[in-house]
């Protein structure tokens, strides 16, 4: 039987401190019976292969030996997804306490109501070089055909960094809808946005280990400033925000 939801993970080691209780939290808190998990293991050197095939199905571990960054190794999974939706998910997260398999459902639920939803996601928010709404894809949810008329994720932002703000445009662009799951009510803790949306998210675990992780994020922004804001100013882009 075809699996409803493929769950895409990229990761780049951190197999005990993250992946590990990822996948944990997904075996406690997933109908898995409805879902297959792709983990793309992206020139990892650590255990992460061997402990991803311990897990036996409905996980599946696809293996690069060099890195290839997040835009790319993300595309690999989405090639290799079988379901009718796509989640991408960041190595970084872990499910909170829930109602079995709530977390898939609030993302299903806006897809069922209108068919020119193309995304939803626990966090959408604004880009000020684009002037436009995004999703951000920590944990995001995408009609698998989507991909067929958007296409992946542009390399051009690899190794990572706004591949999700122009693939938001891209797919608006097209008539589709953003959905922000389960409302649009957020608040800052601790210099996060808080929603009831039962995940966490410890934010650029792996990429912010790079030592010029800066330097590409405010190289992708610029770009996605030259290639939708007409308005662009360099000078406007010195730094991101």
């Given at each position: 039987m075809m699996p409803k939801v493929s769950i895409v993970i990229p990761t780049y080691n951190h197999c005990d401190d993250l992946l590990k209780p990822l996948c944990e939290s997904i075996l406690k808190y997933t109908d898995m019976e409805i879902?297959?998990?792709?983990?793309v293991a992206n020139g990892c050197s650590d255990d992460t292969e061997e402990y991803v095939k311990s897990l036996g199905k409905p996980f599946r571990v696809l293996v690069n030996p060099e890195p290839l960054g997040?835009?790319?190794a993300t595309n690999m999974?989405?090639?290799?997804?079988?379901?009718?939706?796509?989640?991408?998910?960041n190595n970084d997260c872990i499910l909170l306490p829930q109602i079995k398999n709530k977390w898939i459902d609030l993302m299903l639920e806006p897809f069922d109501k209108d068919e020119r939803v193309g995304i939803t996601g626990p966090l959408k928010s604004f880009c000020q070089h684009t002037q436009r709404e995004f999703m951000i894809f920590f944990c995001?949810?995408?009609?698998q055909t989507l991909f067929n008329e958007v296409g992946l994720l542009d390399i051009v932002f690899n190794p990572g960094?706004?591949?999700d703000t122009d693939f938001s445009i891209r797919a608006?662009?097209?008539?589709?809808k953003i959905v922000q799951v389960p409302g649009?009510?957020?608040?800052?803790k601790d210099g996060n946005m808080i929603g009831e949306f039962p995940i966490y998210h410890a934010g650029e675990r792996t990429m912010g280990e790079m030592s010029n992780w800066q330097e590409i994020f405010?190289?992708?922004f610029k770009h996605l400033a030259r290639r939708y804001n007409p308005n662009y100013n360099p000078e406007d882009y010195k730094t991101h925000g």
């Open positions: 879902v297959e998990v792709i983990v997040y835009t790319k999974g989405i090639l290799s997804s079988r379901g009718e939706f796509v989640v991408l998910l995001t949810m995408i009609r960094g706004a591949e608006q662009d097209l008539g589709y649009d009510e957020l608040s800052a405010d190289r992708n």
